[in-house]
């Protein structure tokens, strides 16, 4: 994916001003927003971003004190610079812009599909065990520890409770996150103050109507 010996033009291919290599890219310029909506995703699942390291986090999955980063902050980071790299083969190959803009909005939307299609997995893991002759249906507690820094993960019926934190950095890209389940008690003390938004109440209300139409089909 980097301009190496074979390549005439060694330049960077968004700064143009150094040498392309991968620690060039923790520190390019060209990627300084990107970064920063990352870090903020990091910020809104629990990570202080004192930790950061400008080079082992975004290279290694580690915090400045050598800790491995959970599932959760390591995915976002594989996230980020799948993108990244996409947008520099658009670049080279295709002759398409590089655009910060569209790199942050391809990261939310990824994040959020796979936050959706984690849910998916453990309701359908959920009812699987409901219907089995296990007997008990309860989803095992290393599942919701998996996912601590993204909500809270109801073992009970396989919900997961997203922190309203990380809704509204997803949301910041004008992506809808209608199809999430907030976790209102898991909000800052900032977000808590402000008055609640149409979509958080729109997304409560479907969650109640899903909820209903569930048990109902469940009784059925």
């Known amino acids: 994916f ?43 699942m629990g990570l202080n971003t004192s930790l950061i390291h400008p080079e082992l986090t975004w290279l290694l999955g580690m915090t400045k004190t050598g800790q491995l980063l959970d599932p959760a902050h390591h995915a976002i980071i594989r996230i980020h610079w799948r993108h990244v790299y996409a947008a520099m083969v658009r670049l080279q190959y295709d002759g398409e812009a590089f655009s910060q803009a569209r790199v942050k909005s391809d990261i939310a939307r990824t994040f959020l599909s796979r936050i959706l299609a984690y849910q998916y997995e453990k309701r359908l893991c959920f009812y699987r065990r409901r219907h089995s002759h296990a007997g008990n249906y309860r989803l095992p507690k290393s599942a919701a520890q998996q996912v601590k820094s993204l909500g809270d993960l109801r073992l009970s019926d396989g919900t997961l409770l997203v922190k309203a934190d990380v809704i509204a950095v997803i949301e910041q890209q004008g992506i809808s996150c209608a199809q999430l389940v907030p976790d209102l008690l898991s909000s800052s003390s900032s977000t808590s103050q402000r008055a609640p938004s149409s979509s958080s109440s729109g997304r409560r209300n479907n969650y109640s109507n899903n909820k209903q139409r569930q048990q109902g089909s469940i009784t059925i």
């Open 2 to 44: 980097l301009n190496g010996k074979e390549s005439i033009n060694k330049n960077c291919r968004l700064c143009n001003y150094s040498n392309e290599s991968q620690l060039h890219l923790m520190h390019c310029p060209a990627l300084y927003m990107i970064k920063q909506y990352v870090a903020l995703l990091l910020q809104a």
